[in-house]
């Protein structure tokens, strides 16, 4: 049997079947195999008590199911599936529909049992029963795929189970390909503020005045397809050897550094109940929301920007929102749990200086927070969403092993400069939000 597999918008090749006599001989069913065991016992049976009719009965049954077993084997079945989905990208909560296309390129097939692999997260596995298809027949099926977690999964391969009229076979042929859906985090939308720092600029977005028209007073940066020639600065070009442009007076831009604290040791709960889940929520959401105020936004988890999100050094993400929050939401939702005890502070550099910080916290420690304490003395402006985790671990039954008092963060935080609001279960989101701007 030969396959070839499609996804979203895209075909793949076929992919030669393997296994050929032998491999259909050990996928024979269980009434495959009682009737090789029946027509051994019965021509056994017949050699030993003379009798030739039932030698000649043994080796019918007996040669049933390998006579079977061989046309299936030269059938060579040529399927093509198709796999397209509504959505490739949706919030936690939401459903996308998944439509599977599959086209009879070869000869007459017999019935054929499709099952779908998904990960526990997105449900129980789809199945579909195809009757025989004759030569470019094709059929249509359709099923939801709706996730209550957070994450990046691979719907597929699809599996194909080719059966004998008789029953007496099932071969198992999978489809190669995958197609990936991405669940990022629900998301709440926020009542604007004002925000302190909003319009710092750093680094290539600072305005530059030109007054004195130096050369030594030139600030310039690589050619880009579609630049003026007119701008080319020729002694910076020859020096460097490559074409470089004047770069003129640039808008400045919102920056914010956005810390989502996701330690193991700071929240308490687990799954999509726990106290961390509901952090990357908050995180999303001022994401989401800062996007669509043409804000530039660097994602940090604990771990540093680099190391876990895959970020580069300077991971700011602009251009429209849709650009801007994308990127963002993707690396919330592949965001694992941090076995880290104490926070990364290699992320804190001059883009922190000059920009403004917003940080997502759980349960803080006394290390924690000396680094908090400075961490706002670099920053032009510092805003804190603190959960009270402890108001997880009552439900979640975790236990509260952190240290007394985390919903007081909130007020440690405001006594050392930061505009901080508390969040703990069950409390409105826009509104710790809209505290923030008081």
């Known amino acids: 049997m030969t396959i070839a597999f499609r996804a979203a918008a895209r075909r793949a090749a076929p992919v030669a079947d393997r296994g050929g006599f032998v491999a259909a001989l050990r996928s024979l069913t269980l009434r495959g195999r009682g009737f090789v065991a029946a027509g051994i016992t019965a021509a056994v049976c017949g050699v030993a008590m003379g009798e030739r009719d039932l030698v000649r009965i043994g080796a019918l049954v007996l040669l049933l199911p390998v006579v079977t077993a061989g046309l299936v084997t030269r059938s060579k079945h040529r399927l093509s599936l198709t796999r397209t989905l509504t959505s490739t990208q949706i919030e936690v909560g939401q459903t996308t529909a998944v439509h599977l296309d599959l086209t009879n390129l070869g000869s007459r097939t017999g019935l054929l049992l499709l099952e779908e692999h998904l990960p526990w997260a997105l449900g129980q596995r789809p199945r579909f029963v195809v009757d025989a298809m004759q030569p470019g027949w094709h059929r249509r099926f359709d099923y939801p795929v709706h996730a209550d977690v957070r994450g990046i999964y691979e719907l597929g391969p699809m599996r194909v189970r080719v059966a004998d009229p008789f029953g007496m076979l099932a071969l198992h042929r999978p489809f190669t390909r995958t197609t990936s859906v991405v669940v990022v985090p629900a998301t709440e939308p926020l009542p604007p503020i004002p925000l302190l720092g909003a319009w710092t600029g750093t680094g290539d977005n600072r305005p530059r005045p030109f007054s004195s028209g130096s050369a030594a007073d030139v600030t310039v940066r690589e050619y880009r397809h579609g630049d ?172 509260s092993t952190g240290r007394p008092g985390n919903g007081e963060t909130a007020s440690w935080l405001q006594q050392r400069g930061w505009k901080a609001a508390t969040l703990d279960r069950g409390a409105s989101l826009p509104a710790a939000w809209q505290e923030l701007g008081r």
């Open 228 to 399: 003026d020639l007119r701008r080319v600065h020729w002694r910076s070009s020859a020096k460097t050897g490559e074409l470089m442009v004047r770069r003129e007076e640039q808008p400045w831009q919102s920056r914010c550094t956005l810390f989502l604290d996701n330690r193991a040791r700071a929240h308490r709960g687990a799954g999509p109940d726990s106290s961390l889940e509901r952090a990357v929520t908050v995180a999303a959401s001022i994401a989401v929301h800062l996007a669509g105020h043409g804000f530039q936004v660097r994602l940090v988890s604990a771990d540093g920007e680099a190391d876990v999100l895959g970020a580069g050094e300077h991971a700011w993400h602009d251009g429209d929102i849709g650009t801007r929050a994308r990127p963002l939401l993707e690396k919330l939702a592949a965001l694992p749990t941090s076995a880290a005890a104490e926070i990364s502070t290699g992320w804190v550099d001059e883009t922190v200086t000059a920009g403004m910080v917003i940080g997502v916290l759980g349960a803080l420690s006394d290390r924690d927070r000396v680094f908090m304490s400075r961490l706002h003395t670099r920053g032009n402006a510092s805003y804190a969403i603190a959960l009270d985790v402890e108001t997880w671990a009552g439900r979640a039954g975790a236990g």
